[in-house]
């Protein structure tokens, strides 16, 4: 397969940009049922130097990603191809494009609403603090960050100078010193002369001398308490509040009293107006756009594996240093958010859109070929590498229809010995083969190849074979003196050098197409069978066999839609390798998940082969077929 998609599960567009009175700003604005998202920077539209900004706000489904990852529809984390890419539309418009520019992709780092604003020109679904984010609220309602402190029962000795640490949301800073020769607490020292070894006594001390300096305009907090706890409470309210300064000191390190929970909860505004959202090198990325008409295509896979290990860590998340998934901000850098001149406007497809082929997605890629030797088995020589002197072969063990796991290998190792065959070749004859160390064979002269577990159901084993004498082997899987299962004949092929530079070029022919498909099938296999054009048979071969079909070792396939050639998938030749044909011994094959098309349109497959001489070739066979 190499591709699974996910649609995205939020989305919407928040700005400050001025309204059409170039007075009021669009701040309380939603955007979240509009079909297009928007991202811009205006400079001085609305006097000498203003500036307004645009900026998008997606989310995907995790838990979709996690669930197909421990089903096994998508590698697991740390497969070499995996790759997870942030795909999003280009959506053409009337009004002016920039150009040569980049856009910013960040983790958002709070939970947003994505409400039901549709007006993307004046700005008049306007929110009002209810369901939706907007340029200055991520939630509806609000609440302000509070945090819990667990006053200890302590002996004077113990408490006496101790200091208790508090920063509010404005960045004041009081520094409590704990004083056993007062018995009423003031704006900078919690009265301890009557509580000692009295816990409730003391929370009650530490809530009056938070509240003294809130009195003396020192700190914008409150508190109360009840019993040993004391509950502290920003006065602003909104996200800004969960990430101010732990409250910290001696008191704490000293064990005089515990924090039962840091600043938190706090929500209805974004810590800082337009989103909040990480800029490190693993939850942020960069898209760059020539022509400005381009489509967005960036690999996030950090981001990605971190919100797939955030929420299997829920517990530990933060202090792992996981991102939870709250999708990302797409903007203009922050110099060209700055800059004195604008870049307006660039907009993409939303996830309402009605094209969905052009919706945002998050497109897992990966390297899902499968390469079986059986077709194309090939005796060990000086004019290959070692690397391509080794054959895999595959066993594939199927229950009632369904793969299944060898009940004495689960996913262990298993062991694969070679025979010659019978005179007619029908079966294997004789005793095992002794085969070259290398790979699976572990020492010279053995005639036991340790194979793998590959997937369920499915096991390889990888050799060298080099007795040049017989050149029909058969293959006979076995766990110690259990067979599980004896291979057809293989029939070993010869490398060859030429006097001639090669140029090969083929007829190819999908086999089992069909007219048409249906979206609810989500993983079709098509066939291929391919022949070199050039290839003559003797009259021999005619009469006697059927043509055998040429196998493909490097193929790639691409989707199209007909109507405007608008293209699905592209050649997967880059680093994930994600539509690379697969081969075994029936030939060339490929997989593909038919629920990422749109139903109701014709599609068409088309063939790329890496020729001989290291150079791609697209072949002139179109493959067409209809999905509804």
Excluded at 158 to 183: G, W, Y
Excluded at 260 to 269: D, E, R
Aim: proline share 2%; net charge negative.
């Amino acid at each position: 397969m190499g591709i699974q998609r996910y649609s995205a599960s939020l989305d919407t567009t928040i700005t400050n940009a001025y309204k059409m009175n170039l007075t009021t700003r669009a701040t309380g604005s939603n955007m979240g049922l509009a079909d297009t998202l928007e991202v811009f920077s205006i400079y001085g539209q609305a006097a000498s130097a203003s500036s307004e900004l645009s900026r998008i706000l997606v989310q995907f489904p995790t838990a979709d990603i996690s669930a197909d990852r421990t089903a096994g529809t998508i590698p697991a984390s740390g497969s070499d191809s995996l790759k997870f890419f942030l795909r999003m539309y280009n959506a053409e418009h009337a009004y002016t494009l920039p150009k040569d520019f980049n856009l910013i992709i960040s983790a958002v780092s709070s939970s947003w609403e994505e409400g039901y604003g549709l007006d993307m020109d004046e700005y008049t679904d306007l929110t009002y603090d209810d369901v939706g984010a907007n340029w200055v609220s991520n939630v509806s309602g609000s609440a302000a960050a509070t945090a819990t402190i667990t006053a200890l029962s302590k002996t004077a000795g113990q408490a006496n100078t101790r200091v208790l640490t508090i920063v509010d949301v404005e960045e004041n800073s009081v520094s409590f010193t704990i004083d056993n020769s007062i018995s009423t607490s003031t704006a900078t020292k919690i009265a301890f002369g009557n509580a000692n070894s009295n816990a409730t006594q003391f929370a009650t001390n530490i809530a009056a001398a938070i509240n003294a300096a809130d009195t003396a305009d020192t700190l914008n907090v409150s508190a109360t308490s009840d019993g040993a706890a004391v509950t502290c409470t920003m006065l602003t309210i909104g996200l800004a509040g969960n990430s101010v300064s732990d409250i910290a000191g001696t008191s704490v390190s000293d064990s005089v009293v515990t924090m039962t929970k840091q600043w938190g909860s706090g929500a209805g505004k974004w810590a800082t107006a337009g989103g909040d959202y990480y800029s490190d090198v693993s939850s942020s990325f960069t898209a760059s756009f020539l022509d400005g008409t381009e489509h967005l295509e960036v690999d996030i896979t950090s981001l990605v594996e971190q919100w797939i290990s955030s929420s299997a860590n829920s517990k530990t998340a933060v202090n792992m240093g996981l991102r939870t998934n709250y999708g990302v901000l797409i903007n203009f850098p922050t110099a060209s958010e700055a800059a004195a001149r604008s870049y307006y406007t660039k907009k993409f497809f939303a996830r309402g859109s009605q094209y969905f082929l052009k919706r945002p997605t998050i497109e897992a890629r990966w390297d899902s070929s499968t390469k079986d030797n059986q077709g194309s088995f090939y005796l060990s020589s000086s004019l290959a590498s070692a690397a391509n002197n080794l054959n895999k072969i595959y066993i594939y063990n199927s229950v009632r229809g369904q793969l299944a796991n060898l009940p004495n290998v689960g996913a262990g190792s298993i062991l694969v010995s070679i025979y010659s065959g019978s005179a007619n070749n029908t079966a294997p004859s004789g005793s095992k083969l002794f085969l070259p160390l290398g790979d699976g064979v572990k020492a010279v002269g053995d005639t036991n190849v340790t194979g793998g577990y590959v997937a369920t159901g499915i096991y390889s084993a990888s050799f060298a074979y080099a007795s040049s004498s017989i050149t029909t082997i058969f293959p006979v899987w076995h766990s110690g003196s259990v067979e599980y299962n004896t291979g057809s004949a293989i029939a070993v092929k010869t490398f060859n050098s030429a006097d001639h530079n090669p140029h090969s070029s083929y007829a190819s022919k999908i086999t089992n197409l069909r007219d048409t498909y249906s979206r609810e099938e989500k993983m079709t296999r098509f066939r291929l069978y391919v022949r070199e054009k050039d290839w003559n048979p003797n009259i021999y071969t005619k009469a006697s066999s059927d043509i055998s079909t040429s196998i493909i070792e490097d193929g790639y396939y691409r989707i199209y839609r007909t109507v405007d050639e608008f293209e699905v998938v592209a050649y997967g030749t880059g680093s994930t390798n994600h539509t690379r044909l697969s081969f075994d011994a029936s030939g060339s094959y490929f997989d593909f998940p038919m629920d990422v098309l749109a139903a109701g349109y014709m599609y068409a497959f088309k063939l790329i082969y890496k020729m001989p001489d290291g150079n791609y070739r697209e072949q002139p066979e179109i493959f067409k077929f209809r999905v509804d």
